[in-house]
Structure formats: C-alpha cells, structure tokens
Nanobody, 127 residues
Framework: QVQLMESGGGSVQAGGSLRLSCATY?????????MGWFLQAPGKEREGVAF????????NYADALKGRFTISQDNAKNTLYLQMNSLRPEDTAMYYC???????????????????WGQGTQVTVSS
C-alpha cells in the first residue's frame, strides 16, 4: 500500500520559487502507474497541475502553468517533485500529491480516478 507525504509549501513573494516534494512509502506503484499534482483553492474544485507516467517519463501540464512548473521524479528516493517558478498570487492554493496504479492515459488528470492522496501542502504567494 502506497502512502504519500507532501512537503515544501510555504509563503513566498510573487516571482519567487518553491520546490514541493512528495515522499512515497510502500509498494513501488510508480513504475507502472501515474503520479501527479493537484491544486485546490478555497471554494473551488481540485484541479490538475502536472502529471508524470513513471513507465516512460512522459508528462502533462495544465496549460496555464506549463513553462513555469516542472514535474519530476527521483526513483532512487521514491520522491515526486514539483518545481514552481515565477510564482503568482493566483497560484495560491493547497497542493496535493496523488498517485494511482492506472497509467496517466486512464486517469486523464481527473482527481476522482486517483486512489492515493497526500494531505496537501499550502502554497501562498503574495504580491
């Protein structure tokens, strides 16, 4: 059974950077599944940010974030990362790490299709 634990969130000034980490524990599901990041602002639905298929390394990003955010995985450390650059106040949200044994073509960035979730880490970007 896989467990996820996010870290790296915090408060940052606009234009700054943060690097979120998602440590995984348990079975190495990521060798054939899908891992990614979601964000959720207060009063809004959870939205997909970026996803990676560990089997082939392919990635997908939300159009609004592509070019500023980068998802990656360190298999040796069983850790997923989200590098966040040029942060804007509108990026403020709770960020969640998620994983599923199904490949990313199946999950399609839909939160309800991810079986395993972390508790989230808050990112706050001030002007």
């Amino acid at each position: 059974q896989v467990q996820l634990m996010e870290s790296g969130g915090g408060s940052v000034q606009a234009g700054g950077s943060l690097r979120l980490s998602c440590a995984t524990y348990g079975n190495a599901f990521y060798v054939s599944g899908c891992m990614g990041w979601f964000l959720q602002a207060p009063g809004k639905e959870r939205e997909g940010v970026a996803f990676i298929d560990p089997a082939d390394g392919s990635t997908n990003y939300a159009d609004a974030l592509k070019g500023r955010f980068t998802i990656s995985q360190d298999n040796a450390k069983n850790t997923l990362y989200l590098q966040m650059n040029s942060l804007r106040p509108e990026d403020t949200a709770m960020y969640y790490c998620a994983a599923d044994r199904q490949n990313c073509l199946y999950t399609r960035g839909v939160s309800s299709k991810f079986a395993t979730w972390g508790q989230g880490t808050q990112v706050t970007v001030s002007s």
